[in-house]
């Protein structure tokens, strides 16, 4: 008699049709064959102009079918999780990978594992609609009441719970839940000047007791101030400069300037600038830089990856020296090594790939006034936005959505909107004051090759020794 | 695009049926199919055979909406999405100018979306087409490497119907091809892409898509960092495509009536140079994305949004067209079945020019080609209108183009670079966007380098 999967995976797919399922995969031959079925059931509500516009639920359900034959990997899905409509899948991933031999498989597979990370207490779909609108009207009154320029507010709610179970021939059987509630607020403040824009938002991946110990006015509220002193910046300076990041402001510094170029698939393939360089140093001695998926309610924390490898904590440089690449099963196997809970993937209809999960550098031993006081002239940025990098050439960018200009040492007036660009390997060994502040960002999205996954990042106040300034400013 | 998919038509006939009274319904029923083949060093890295299905249902009743969808069409779940559209009217609050769209007799502009050929394609002749674009581009250059390269088609049917009339269904298909590449030169590697779209294989440019791939990589080796100065840019075909997609959503009615466009109240006024003509026109057979309907099933029509750089009007759908007391002119956009409709353009074109990209460079003189832009997601703000974006491309010196650069940005604002346009070029392209492409020359932006 097959192990029992407890009451919220079985209810996906039996463990003999997984059996049975991919064995079909293998069927032609084929090395590895794995099942990912996912039931996610989501709620979102937005707020725009003072109503609330749509409440909206979602429902995604199906299963994805991997088989790797070779060096090629064939894949297919379908929202049928029947066992005619699994199987279906399978011939048609195994057609894809296209492999001849054959024969007749069996697969086993062993008990669930589970790899909880989170403790939910309030699941979000056992919450009334009428508490998470409520959120919205709170989050519009409190940003509408900060100043009389605010002319426009925005909100949204969004929350998922998403139900997964992986299966492999390799008899990995692994399921998970994971649970995400987010609040987001962009506002509009008009000046003389014209407009300027606010943004802050919170998630967490648990259920609604988020709300409990987060306070949704001062989120309103750090948007509003955010675009009401926008309203008096100046246009951002331009050329190359010292910028210090305020803590918790922008992981995403060392999430474009090196996380995208260690994940292993760019580097297989030589597209990362960091190709060939464990071992050697490749930032300031400063730097230890971590992507941790066991992060406990951080926006990238999960039990396991949607290959079904526990999450877990890999140092990818310590200080200074790169250490390892991120993993996930296809490039671990290449190269004869472990994977490192790295294989991610948006859902279903997606195959998995290298993503990053948590990526933070660790803390420092400077004081975040000292870092601002021993700067003479430059810019200090508060609140980063999104960034694009090229892996390949390490160039990347990234936007500053609130920012103030550093004049003897102190932080003087705030800046408008602007990109900063850097080089990856640059950047990282320009680094020469880091804080001792850690504190995480906002939640994030992460795309690469079309999909997205959630992702946090975080990092001390840190200096760039000198970094260009996309403004207009002389 | 009237009633081409019976079957999904009737799907959402049936749930739109379903309506009591005072009560609106719009049914939104899709599926649709994905061919992914990836190509690396000769041999097939994935191949991806994918279908998918699903409805989304909007529910509106005394100016409250509610919104649901499942990404499948089994009965019990079409149920379940409208019996949670409906809950979730409850919670909305009451819009007066909530509501469906109906029908307001403006005639579709016949085209065609569907290609028997693609529909027949065998899946061999998908690998060796993009094998063949694999091996072309490696042979364009000895210094390029290929990263990826991909033949990807979808086929796509959908059937929109709503109880204040609208019922239309119709299909399509598409197909593209592409390819990553490197460059290396000792240490410095750098990347370009190429890339051809058809009606089906038989149209592809392979030679034009490995050219380009391996162009876009091999010209910026040993590129340097420029100085910071003021300098009149010549935006790539390319760019320009990105920079006129910025400006969707400031001539959004939608963002217009919410207060979010820097052209709000400027209907009228001058707001670019003379010499700038915009449209907004998915009629057109030769845009990418042209359409016969919009998201709530509208026919589809040609907008003027700026002529001879006067505002001239915005794009509307039923909703902001209710908001602003005018009428829709066919601009719903629609994500597919998970969302409702939006507002915005759909196939943008700025006007061409009488004169060539070169001799666009022969007139600037001294200048910047800017050939790629990165972070506009995160550089530029639509609705204060700062604009600031990573850059690389190459000097244009004596009015001829020179050397290499790269890791600079270029900086202005939407309002000053619409007003700084000097000329407009005649290179049209119809690139796989929601903007034409063609060169654009503007004046006095920043470039921040060393």
Not at chain 1, 251 to 265: I, K, P, Q, R, S
Not at chain 2, 209 to 236: H, I, M
Request: hydrophobic letters at 40%; proline letters at 3%; charged letters at 25%.
């Amino acid at each position: 008699m097959p192990p029992t999967i407890s009451a919220d995976a079985s209810s996906l797919v039996a463990h003999d049709v997984l059996e049975r399922v991919l064995a079909r995969g293998r069927a032609t031959g084929a090395a590895f064959a794995e099942v990912y079925v996912e039931d996610k059931r989501s709620t979102s509500a937005g707020l725009d102009d003072g109503k609330v516009e749509q409440v909206t639920s979602g429902r995604d359900r199906g299963a994805g079918i991997r088989v790797v034959a070779g060096d090629t990997t064939g894949f297919a899905h379908t929202s049928d999780l029947t066992e005619r409509g699994l199987l279906a899948a399978a011939d048609a991933a195994a057609a894809a990978a296209a492999c001849g031999g054959g024969g007749v498989v069996q697969v086993t597979l062993g008990a669930v594992r589970r790899h909880p990370v989170n403790t939910v207490r309030l699941m979000p779909d056992e919450v009334g609609k009428a508490r998470k609108v409520d959120l919205l009207r709170r989050v519009d009154a409190a940003a509408r009441a900060v100043h009389g320029a605010i002319v426009q507010v925005s909100a949204g709610y969004g929350d998922s719970r998403k139900r997964i179970l992986v299966a492999n021939s390799d008899g990995v059987l692994a399921a998970d839940e994971q649970v995400r509630t987010l609040l987001r607020v962009s506002v509009v403040a008009s000046g003389d000047g014209g407009m300027q824009t606010g943004y802050d938002s919170m998630g967490r991946t648990i259920g609604f007791e988020l709300f409990e110990a987060e306070d949704v006015e001062a989120l309103a509220r750090r948007a509003a101030d955010q675009a009401v002193t926008k309203l008096s910046a100046r246009p951002a300076p331009s050329g190359s400069m010292p910028v210090v990041i305020k803590c918790g402001s922008g992981g995403v510094l060392f999430h474009e300037a090196c996380g995208h170029g260690l994940e292993a698939d760019l580097v297989g393939k030589g597209a990362s600038v960091y190709r060939g360089k464990v071992g050697e140093t490749v930032a300031s001695p400063l730097v230890t830089l971590v992507d941790d998926g066991t992060m406990k309610t951080e926006w990238g924390a999960i039990g396991i990856d949607d290959e079904g490898h526990p999450s877990q904590r890999n140092v990818l440089i310590s200080d200074g020296v790169l250490t390892d690449y991120m993993w996930d099963y296809l490039r671990a196997r290449k190269e004869g090594r472990a994977q490192s809970g790295n294989g991610r993937r948006q859902g279903y209809a997606h195959l998995p790939m290298v993503r990053m999960t948590n990526t933070f550098v660790l803390n420092g031993t400077a004081t975040h006034d000292d870092i601002v006081r021993d700067t003479q002239r430059g810019v200090y940025v508060a609140k980063l936005g999104g960034g694009q990098v090229d892996t390949a050439s390490g160039d990347f960018v990234f936007g500053m959505t609130e920012a103030y200009l550093i004049e003897g040492g102190r932080i003087t007036e705030p800046l408008r909107e602007g990109n900063l660009i850097g080089n990856g390997p640059q950047v990282l060994r320009e680094i020469d004051l880091l804080g001792d502040d850690f504190a995480m960002g906002n939640p994030g999205t992460c795309g690469k090759d079309g999909q997205g996954v959630p992702v946090g990042d975080g990092q001390p106040t840190l200096r760039v020794r000198a970094l260009t300034v996309g403004g207009t400013a002389a | 695009m009237s009633t081409e998919v019976p079957d999904l038509q009737a799907i959402a006939d049936r749930i739109v049926a379903q309506a009591a009274p005072g009560e609106q319904i719009e049914a939104y029923v899709s599926r649709g199919g994905e061919t992914a083949i990836r190509i690396y060093e000769g041999e097939v890295e994935h191949f991806v055979s994918a279908q998918s299905e699903g409805v989304g249902i909007r529910v509106i009743r005394e100016g409250r909406t509610g919104f649901a969808y499942a990404g499948t069409l089994e009965e019990a779940a079409l149920a379940e999405v409208l019996r949670d559209a409906r809950d979730n009217v409850e919670f909305g609050t009451v819009d007066e100018w909530a509501g469906l769209a109906a029908p307001d007799g403006v005639a579709q502009v016949a085209q065609e979306f569907w290609d028997d050929e693609l529909a027949a394609w065998p899946t061999d002749g998908k690998i060796d087409v993009a094998k063949d674009l694999e091996r072309r581009t490696l042979a364009a250059d000895r210094r390029v490497r290929t990263e990826e390269t991909n033949y990807d088609d979808g086929w796509g049917e959908t059937a929109v119907a709503t109880t204040t009339g609208i019922r239309e269904s119709g299909r399509g298909n598409s197909c593209f091809v592409s390819v990553v590449t490197l460059a290396d030169d000792g240490d410095e590697t750098q990347t370009g892409f190429g890339f051809s779209v058809g009606d089906s294989p038989r149209d592809f440019d392979l030679d034009r898509a490995a050219r380009e791939g391996a162009d876009r990589a091999t010209r910026l080796l040993g590129a340097t960092k420029p100085a910071s100065r003021r300098t009149t840019v010549v935006l790539d075909p390319y760019v320009t495509a990105q920079f006129v997609g910025v400006l969707s959503s400031a001539l959004s009615g939608e963002q217009v009536a919410k207060g979010r466009s820097i052209f709000r109240e400027r209907l009228g006024e001058r707001v670019a140079a003379g010499c700038l003509t915009l449209v907004d026109d998915p009629t057109n057979p030769r845009a990418y994305t042209k359409t016969d309907i919009d998201g709530e099933g509208l026919a589809a029509r040609r907008n003027v949004l700026i002529e001879d750089g006067v505002l001239r009007g915005f794009v509307h759908s039923s909703y902001s067209a209710r908001r602003l007391a005018t009428r829709s002119t066919g601009n719903a956009t629609r994500g597919g079945y998970a969302g409702g409709p939006g507002t915005g353009c759909l196939a943008m074109q700025v006007r061409p020019g009488s004169r060539t990209q070169a001799e666009l460079v022969a007139t600037v003189g001294d200048g910047v080609l800017v050939q790629e832009v990165s972070g506009l997601h995160s550089g530029v703000n639509p609705v204060s209108g700062d604009f600031s974006t990573g850059a690389s491309g190459l000097v244009i010196a004596g009015g001829a183009l020179g050397a290499p650069i790269r890791e600079f940005t270029i900086a202005s604002t939407l309002q000053k670079m619409l007003l700084d346009v000097a000329e407009v070029g005649c290179d049209v392209d119809w690139l796989p966007m929601r903007a034409a492409g063609l060169s654009l020359v503007i004046h006095d932006v920043t470039l921040s380098g060393v």
